[in-house]
């Protein structure tokens, strides 16, 4: 029999019970549309998760600290394992490494507007400063300038300032307002004998105002890792404070065993840039074994979705229930049919249809209650992921995406990929053609003679 | 003249409970190419078993089923379908037609089967259907026809694969006594004019008064016989066989 011929009459097979047809095919509707709206779920909520890590911070980014377990071991050791610029270097060459940054940090106190507020101005190097985004008309400082300049994370703006009495924030803009800054007094000092404690204090009184090159973009809400610190050039700084703290280089030093204040530096974080997301589990373990407390975003993100994938899974498994459902009810559907047409399936088989055909026709039937429903359910799974898209969106419902935990605008919560629309039709023409495969069989084996029965 | 059908001691034994039913108790004749047998018989009889052995749809029990030189009590289901669909006509006492299809796709439906092309097919069955005499009621559903214009309909199919045996199976068990008089005049003059071979079953003698040769069968067994002399194919076998085509009796005893 032609191909054709076996399409055209498995159509109008369906065709002659359309209420039941549409039934069945409602059914695989129903079991594709909430399995393809549970994986887009799933899928958006990966994405959105994989924004939310890039926005704090680059994926490709390893922060290194110095590990605490080996501190009490000897000065020889430990040593080894100080954020020291020779460090630094040996991190820079290791395979994958693109770039490193040491981070300065010096937390200081700030007056503005009436208000005060602290934060941390860290000073990193020219690599780490380019990879920053500023606000129109900032821009990055520039190596070893003569001046200090500082670029101001977002959210210090909003939320670092208060009143003092009122604990009311403030909010400043460094642009217009003036800002003072009070670096803290050193807590290092090289004489023996005890420094007058009013010395001290004017000492701590000395303000200072920091030019401002730049600041982040974004918005009062728009948190990143960098949100809350201010940024200079490590260079720079590294000369400003030296002014301020003459030997010591910066407000708490570490000591020698004869109380001599180090004579290079030992930062607080070392940032090592790699070429890809996907070697950063590599060099991490790589630093990690010299010695080094790592941590990176990648981590944290692999750990997240790998829980993420059993809430894929659990959401997959419902979506499936319902499909297997939608091919309990094909398979209804064709039983029903069968029983109905057993006397027409005989008088085939007389006249001399292969059993091959028989099969295969109510194969073809079944597969197309799979198709139609397949691609009506991918319509409608469309239709929900943009309904849920809508309503998580900034304009939609907060307590939804309160809900969901991941608040990030832009990100869709529902994402359906062409290759999830592609999985999803062949998967239900599959179900379909499984679902029908017993009827089928059972069809091609009925006995001829039921046609010759006379009722 | 060789015989297109050889019966030889054929048996169908039903397994009813501990007891053993010979629906067929050991039949055998043979039939030639262009006569219009009738099986005639009560029900219950055995006719109907005969013919569903004749045509492939049953199994037989025991004995020898020689149709064209082809052993067809040794073929498989697969085969069967296939002989039926090369050689076989059938035509059904509830004519059998499908409901969601229109005349002339029912009479072109067996060459579907053979893989036809759609104009080929509805071609042949145009001029089944025209030699007939419904010509014009290809576009008809079967529901909008009489029991005769259907019956008329299953004749059209038996024959659009140019069969070499149509079997009948009662074909005017569902018709008034005018109508059946028309659709036996239609088959016999087919089986006269285009040379076919028919094996029709009946329980109305005088249905089967219109065959050329008659097998009456009383449980299980060939009781009677009975030639048309008049039959031109009946003289022309004695002439070229020198005696009746072959069948074994049992009389009453």
Request: proline fraction near 3%; charged fraction near 20%.
């Amino acid at each position: 029999m032609r191909l054709y011929d076996l399409f055209k009459l498995a159509l109008s097979n369906l065709t002659r019970r359309k209420t039941r047809t549409f039934l069945t095919i409602l059914g695989v509707v129903i079991g594709t549309a909430s399995i393809v709206v549970m994986v887009s779920l799933g899928l958006g909520m990966s994405q959105m998760m994989l924004k939310s890590y890039q926005d704090e911070g680059s994926l490709t980014m390893i922060r290194v600290y110095e590990s605490y377990e080996r501190s009490d071991s000897n000065d020889k050791n430990k040593s080894q394992t100080e954020l020291t610029d020779e460090n630094m270097e040996r991190f820079k060459t290791l395979d994958h490494v693109v770039e490193v940054s040491p981070a300065l940090d010096v937390s200081v106190t700030a007056k503005a507007k009436g208000g005060e507020g602290d934060f941390t101005i860290r000073g990193v190097s020219q690599y780490y400063l380019s990879q920053l985004s500023l606000r129109d008309g900032g821009e990055i400082p520039k190596k070893d300038q003569n001046e200090l300049s500082l670029i101001y994370g977002n959210q210090l703006l909003y939320n670092s300032f208060y009143k003092p009495k009122s604990y009311e924030n403030i909010e400043i803009d460094p642009l217009k307002d003036t800002v003072f800054l009070t670096f803290p007094a050193s807590s290092y000092s090289d004489k023996k004998n005890t420094v007058d404690t009013d010395d001290q204090t004017a000492k701590k009184q000395k303000k200072y105002i920091i030019p401002v090159s730049g600041i982040l973009k974004g918005g009062r809400d728009d948190w990143n890792q960098n949100s809350y610190n201010a940024f200079a050039d490590i260079d720079t700084l590294k000369r400003f404070l030296r002014k301020i703290y003459k030997k010591a280089l910066v407000p708490n030093p570490r000591t020698t065993k004869n109380g001599k204040a180090y004579t290079y530096y030992v930062y607080d974080t070392i940032y090592v840039f790699v070429d890809d997301m996907n070697n950063v589990k590599d060099v991490q373990k790589q630093i990690s074994d010299m010695g080094f407390s790592v941590n990176s975003n990648m981590e944290w993100l692999e750990s997240a979705q790998e829980q993420l994938g059993m809430v894929q899974m659990v959401l997959g498994g419902i979506g499936g229930v319902s499909l297997l459902v939608a091919a309990i009810g094909i398979m209804n559907t064709m039983m029903m049919s069968i029983y109905e047409r057993t006397k027409e399936i005989g008088v085939m088989k007389v006249l001399g249809c292969d059993m091959s055909d028989i099969r295969n026709m109510f194969l073809f039937e079944s597969g197309i209650i799979g198709l139609m429903g397949g691609i009506a359910g991918l319509l409608v799974s469309y239709l929900i992921s943009f309904i849920i898209n809508f309503l998580t969106s900034d304009n939609g419902g907060e307590s939804v995406s309160m809900f969901i935990g991941y608040t990030d605008g832009g990100g869709a919560l529902s994402y359906i990929p062409l290759w999830l629309a592609a999985f999803a039709i062949i998967f239900a023409i599959a179900v379909g053609s499984i679902a029908g495969y017993v009827p089928a069989v059972r069809a091609m084996k009925l006995s001829p003679l039921a046609a010759i029965r006379n009722e | 003249m060789e015989p297109l059908i050889k019966v030889r001691d054929l048996y169908k034994i039903f397994n009813i409970g501990s007891n053993k039913v010979y629906a067929l108790n050991g039949v055998s004749f043979d039939i030639y190419k262009g006569e219009f047998i009738a099986i005639v018989g009560t029900s219950g009889s055995g006719k109907s078993t005969c013919l569903n052995m004749l045509a492939g749809l049953e199994a037989p029990s025991k004995g020898v089923i020689q149709i064209a030189n082809k052993r067809i009590d040794r073929m498989n289901e697969a085969q069967l379908v296939k002989f039926r669909r090369q050689n076989v006509g059938f035509i059904f006492q509830s004519y059998n037609l499908i409901p969601s299809m229109n005349a002339i796709e029912n009479v072109a439906m067996p060459l579907m089967f053979r893989g036809v092309s759609y104009e080929k097919r509805m071609k042949a069955a145009k001029h089944y259907m025209e030699l007939i005499g419904i010509g014009d009621q290809g576009k008809h559903m079967p529901n909008q026809m009489s029991g005769g214009q259907q019956q008329r309909v299953g004749i059209a199919r038996a024959l659009v694969i140019d069969p070499q045996i149509i079997f009948a199976d009662e074909p005017t068990g569902n018709l008034d006594s005018h109508t059946t008089d028309d659709v036996l005049d239609l088959m016999k003059k087919i089986v006269s004019e285009e040379q076919r071979t028919m094996v029709m079953v009946t329980h109305d003698p005088h249905i089967a008064s219109w065959a050329d040769r008659q097998l009456r069968v009383v449980d299980g067994h060939i009781v009677e016989t009975v030639i048309n002399d008049s039959s031109p194919i009946e003289i022309k076998i004695k002439e070229e066989n020198g005696e009746p085509p072959f069948c074994v009796v049992t009389p009453i005893t």
